[in-house]
């Protein structure tokens, strides 16, 4: 039977009453990546592209991020945001078949202006996995959500319906609204142009090379030495060998920090100036993946020097800096998350 095999919540921040607010470095695309890595397995098995109804105003220029996001083709459909696509993009997955069908909604009412925007609304995304073996759908949804343009109370409404008529579904996340985290989102970083750059800055081609690395945490495992090369380089750091190089994925949360900075006004290479323009210092850790597998990363979600030695940490894809007329993205480290937060395995 073709249903729903488990779903996934995020909202921005946790812990805190009060409405979820994107922070400056999240974006539609870092909301609907989170809810689509808490709702699918680690690595994402690879074949046939996996269909993905996008539900909201997601830029077409993000089309080609998706399947690097995933490390497997996708095939992407567009649905008109708010809890009639929602819906729709449901009943149209269901009937779909095969192991696996995403619907994913991302909303930033926060970030819009005029007369359309909705001040008490919350920023979030969800993400619905439907494929054989779930739980069916059909004649289960509640009636349409009224008075709201927003589609997370109508997720919310389809959680209350199918929670106890889906007890194989798994559901992930922030679901309760109000139990939010409410963080200081500081304003939005804007593209400025580089004369200099300090360090941050890699070319556009490179960065989409390292992206498998970057965004994904692959490395690669050599069957002659046995070392594993992260980030990958296509050469085994151990023994030089090209050959026969295996692709490994590293775990992306619950690493452990074993050095902790915080980079103040002024030490930061000038790809930041921005964001310490409009938040201040920052937080930077070094993070142990896995053994002998570290990674440095910009700390996120907390306090300059909240993270320290000895704590443990999960990654999220957010925000690095804008540069030629686009936003470069890559893991950040966040305060760890809760187990009722994680993903599956």
Known sequence: MVGLVRAAAYSPGADRPGPARAAADEDLFT?????LERVLPDPVPSGAPIPIDLVGDFDPAFDWAFP????????????????????????????????????????????????????????GAVAFLLGDGGTAIAGQLPPPAEGTSSGLPEARAVRRALGE???????????????????????????????????????????????????????????????????????????????????????????????????????QPTEFDPQVTAQGGYGVVLAELAPGQRVTLQVTDAEPGRVRIGDRVDTRLRRLYATEGEWRYGRKAVPRATESRRGPS
């Open 68 to 123: 690097v996001l995933l490390g497997t083709p996708v095939a992407l459909h567009r649905e008109v945001g708010g809890p009639a696509g929602l819906r729709r993009a449901l009943e149209r997955a269901e009937p779909a078949g095969g192991p696996a069908h995403l619907v994913v909604l991302a909303e930033l009412p926060s970030r819009r202006t005029g007369p359309t925007a909705v001040a008490k609304a919350e920023d």
């Open 165 to 267: 008529a889906a007890p194989s579904a798994r559901w992930i996340g922030d679901w309760e609204p109000g139990s939010e985290r409410q963080i200081d989102v500081g304003a939005p970083p804007a593209e400025t142009r580089f004369a200099v750059s300090e360090g941050a800055y890699v070319s556009r081609p490179r960065y989409l090379e390292n992206l498998p690395s970057r965004w994904r945490f692959e490395a690669e495992e050599c069957p002659f030495c046995g070392t594993t090369t992260f980030p990958a380089r296509g050469r085994c750091r151990g023994c030089g060998s090209r050959e026969g190089l295996r692709s490994r994925r590293l775990p992306r949360d619950d690493a452990l920090v074993v050095a902790a900075t915080v980079i103040g006004p002024g030490g």
């Open 31 to 35: 909301l609907a990546a989170t809810a």
